[in-house]
């Protein structure tokens, strides 16, 4: 997750009372370490905001881990039914959606663990490199695929297009300019390294694309607006 994509989601759930969004299911959440160390600002931004108003947050993963607190696969009957035993109000599912095979089911899944009046926040890459993980299926959907997919149960509350920095400004952070040539250099050498991995040599090469081109998120938050069917 982009800071400017967790800061621009936080932002939008503080503007909803948190009544109406504890608990708050976090599909996909990953460990403390991720949320926390590695990319902190997804805690700083989103969960550690609502927590000081007085949520309560449910981390949700594939593997059991510290920071997890239920672990099991989302397509699974059984932890569909654990997940709705914890009454979520508001789940969340960021930057998951390139990462399964078949967006609409998962969707429907996800939707029919909200109840009346509860939130679906969702974010996917728009304009984004290749990056596996441990799949990655180049789903890119605009604000409005994403509403169409979740279906007309729910109801779009905020649908934006964030236009963030480009490969070029994020290398820039990490490094003086005149670092950049040797990086480019060594990078692109490793390509030979990778040519018997078609998916490495693939990755590596793609970014080259958003040298000079925005990163873009869609980000969509919905909100349950009649019973899930049946």
Not at 124 to 141: C, E, G, K, N
Not at 171 to 184: C, E, G, I, K, N
């Amino acid at each position: 997750m982009r800071i400017s994509e967790a800061a621009y989601i936080g932002a939008r759930l503080h503007e909803i009372p948190v009544e109406q969004l504890s608990p708050v299911l976090n599909l996909g959440s990953s460990n403390e370490e991720f949320r926390t160390l590695s990319h902190p600002h997804v805690d700083r931004e989103i969960f550690f905001p609502l927590v000081a108003r007085g949520a309560r947050v449910i981390h949700a993963d594939l593997k059991a881990d510290r920071g997890i607190d239920i672990v099991g696969d989302i397509y699974d009957a059984a932890f569909q039914e654990e997940c709705r035993r914890l009454g979520p109000r508001t789940v969340v599912c960021c930057n998951i959606l390139e990462h399964v095979t078949d967006p609409a089911s998962f969707a429907r899944i996800v939707s029919a663990l909200v109840p009346v009046d509860g939130y679906v926040v969702v974010s996917v890459p728009r304009s984004y490199p290749f990056h596996a993980d441990p799949i990655d299926t180049l789903f890119r959907p605009s604000t409005s695929e994403i509403v169409d997919l979740f279906g007309s149960e729910l109801t779009p509350v905020v649908t934006h297009t964030l236009t963030d920095i480009t490969w070029l400004s994020d290398l820039r952070t990490r490094m003086p300019v005149s670092a950049l040539p040797l990086f480019f250099l060594k990078d692109l050498a490793k390509v030979v390294v990778e040519l018997p991995s078609t998916e490495k040599r693939f990755k590596r090469l793609h970014r080259y694309l958003w040298l000079a081109r925005p990163f873009q998120m869609s980000i969509v938050i919905l909100r349950r607006c009649c019973a899930a069917a049946a």
